[in-house]
């Protein structure tokens, strides 16, 4: 644990009278802790440590020393026994500028605490408002000065240590939570514990009416007394064995008896009454994922000082009734309309609260825009339409171009933005988002190289255009590439797509495999030009010409080879020049494309 040295005066001058009030109901030794059960203390502050109850030990669970040179500086000492089952923690209220440890011990012995099963040595550097075991009741969760809950049973004994690290502080109060209060409202502590005549320390709130009650069997007499600051002075006229208390202060009740006179002494503070202030329904949209529920704080509290009540919000009226399960201040907002329940309490008394006001928060769905962002406008096509795909009737659609419509049809270029609303309850929830419409048409197939390499072939497809053409050979997949590799000879189709959606066009292409050059010079190598892949197609017809358009020659299956010889007599050394016809599916005659028809006659 990580603790700072903080030594703050705040609230000493407005808390000073008060804190003489009720003092003598701290007790800073545990062997005089301050016994409690259904009602739990408010008071003014600590003034030091009594006894050093650790004997000079270094640490007691995550405590430490302080500034004083024992464990405890400014501690006030509490016990109380379980009367019933389940879960209990507990919240101490503090100023938020202010720095509160606590331990607690199960135990019945001072002289035999052992180690706390509860600690917190945090420092308060987050100005938390709260600091105790169980959960923060203002709703956060990320409050690193809260212990997990007890699971308990009747008859454990219990001693709580609270102390302040600071010189001067402003008081505290101490209110228990927990399910075991829901199902034991009037048991869940034992007050057994209490043997004081008037009871334990009384946390009341204002305007409530508190019967102090003295009734002795066999008094003679009884007289009461006041302490407000200047030490216990008569109530005059008041000689009856009950006082109706209305001021916070000790009292002090002495009863005579025939053998003995008894004394009693009783701390009462009364704390504000809140009043919790109408609040609007508000509305978020879906877009917004946390709503901040504490902006609807200020409109609770009206005047009210932020410092002396906490506003919490929760799903049920019983939660808010009850200070449960108070939903954290960033929340996660809910689809649809929801009844957010509203809980203004005393920070000093947790039993001073309003629950008298709700409101509605409303998620209004964010209209969804999932229309393409790119739109193609092709040249054959008299326009194309952009926007919503449906309309809804509960939105309102505003085009940049002035129409009202959740599509339009466009024909020509430019740039078209949408905003769609979606107004409830007030609140109007929009989006929008902007088309860019571009002209477009299909692609053009201005040449097809073929690199025929016999059993290695390249065939690249150039286009009329640099756009992102995608392109496939025969069922291939398309690639964005426009070069194939290690294309097998033989009739293959080239399509060349356009994936802006103006359409496509292929074209049949033949890759045949053939020698640059031949020398047909009689020494046995390479003396016949020939070529690869023909027998792929049907009814193949190689024509050999000159550069003059002659025809040399014609070479089919039955005639596969040619020699360099055009009747009878051998050609000279030069290029010469091919055509390749062949079948098609429907039966015509087809001169095939982009075929390379050069080559090198050599002697």
């Known amino acids: 644990m990580f603790k700072m040295s903080r030594f703050a ?31 739990t ?58 720095d509160w440890d606590f331990a607690l011990y199960q135990s019945n012995d001072c002289s035999n605490l052992g180690e706390p099963i509860r600690c917190n040595f945090f420092d308060n550097q987050d100005e938390n408002a709260f600091v105790g075991v169980g959960e923060d009741p203002s709703g956060n969760t990320d409050n690193v000065q809260y212990e997990a809950w007890l699971d308990v049973t009747p008859g454990e004994d219990y001693y709580l240590l609270l102390n302040n690290f600071s010189n001067n502080n402003s008081g505290f109060s101490i209110q228990f939570s927990g399910h075991i209060f829901v199902t034991n409202p009037f048991d869940a502590l034992d007050c057994s514990i209490i043997n004081n005549l008037l009871g334990p320390p009384i946390a009341a709130c204002e305007n409530e009416t508190i019967i102090l009650d003295g009734t002795t069997s066999g008094a003679l007499s009884y007289r009461w007394f006041l302490d407000s600051g200047s030490g216990f002075t008569e109530i005059m006229g008041e000689n009856s064995p009950t006082y109706e208390v209305t001021t916070s202060a000790n009292y002090r009740v002495e009863v005579v008896r025939p053998s003995e006179t008894i004394i009693s002494d009783v701390q009462v503070s009364f704390s504000a009454m809140p009043v919790a202030n109408p609040v609007s329904d508000d509305a978020s949209c879906s877009g917004l994922e946390v709503y901040d529920l504490s902006q609807k704080d200020m409109e609770v509290l009206g005047s009210q000082n932020s410092n002396e009540f906490l506003v919490s919000y929760h799903t049920t009226m019983a939660d808010a009734v009850g200070g449960a399960n108070a939903l954290p201040k960033e929340y996660q907002t809910q689809s649809g309309s929801q009844t957010i329940f509203v809980r203004l309490t005393s920070i000093r008394n947790s039993r001073c609260f309003d629950a008298s006001q709700q409101f509605q928060l409303i998620n209004i769905e964010t209209p969804i825009l999932d229309f393409p962002q790119d739109v193609f406008l092709c040249e054959a096509d008299a326009g194309v339409t952009i926007g919503m795909e449906s309309t809804n009737p509960n939105y309102s659609y505003l085009w940049s171009s002035g129409e009202i419509t959740s599509n339009i049809l466009v024909s020509e270029e430019g740039e078209y933005e949408l905003t769609v609303t979606n107004s409830q309850s007030g609140l109007s929830c929009s989006d929008s988002k902007r088309v860019t419409v571009l002209t477009s048409r299909p692609p053009q197939i201005i040449d097809i190289e073929i690199e025929d390499l016999q059993n290695n072939n390249t065939v690249t497809v150039l286009t009329d255009v640099s756009e992102e053409y995608e392109y496939r050979l025969d069922d291939g997949a398309y690639q964005t590439g426009n070069k194939f590799y290690q294309v097998e000879p033989g009739m293959h189709t080239v399509t060349v797509n356009n994936p802006q959606g103006c359409g496509d066009v292929t074209e049949q292409i033949v890759v045949i495999g053939f020698p640059k050059f031949f020398t047909p010079n009689g020494d046995g190598s390479n003396e016949y030009w020939t070529i690869t892949g023909a027998e792929f197609l049907d009814s193949p017809v190689l024509t050999i010409y000159d550069r003059f358009g002659k025809l040399l020659a014609q070479l089919d299956p039955s005639n596969e080879q040619w020699d360099g010889v055009f009747k009878g007599k051998l050609l000279p050394e030069s290029d010469y020049w091919f055509k390749l016809t062949y079948t098609s599916a429907n039966g015509e005659t087809v001169t095939a494309k982009y075929v390379n028809n050069h080559f090198s006659l050599k002697r």
């Open 9 to 39: 005066i705040l609230w000493f001058m407005l808390f000073f009278l008060w804190i003489n009030a009720v003092m003598a109901q701290v007790s800073s030794d545990c062997s005089n802790a301050i016994p409690i059960c259904n009602n």
């Open 41 to 98: 203390p408010v008071n003014g502050g600590t003034t030091g440590f009594g006894v050093d109850d650790f004997s000079g030990a270094a640490t007691t669970g995550c405590l430490e020393r302080t500034l004083s040179g024992a464990i405890e500086s400014n501690s006030a000492w509490y016990r109380f026994r379980t009367g019933a089952s389940g879960q209990l923690g507990f919240n101490i209220g503090i100023d938020t500028l202010e």
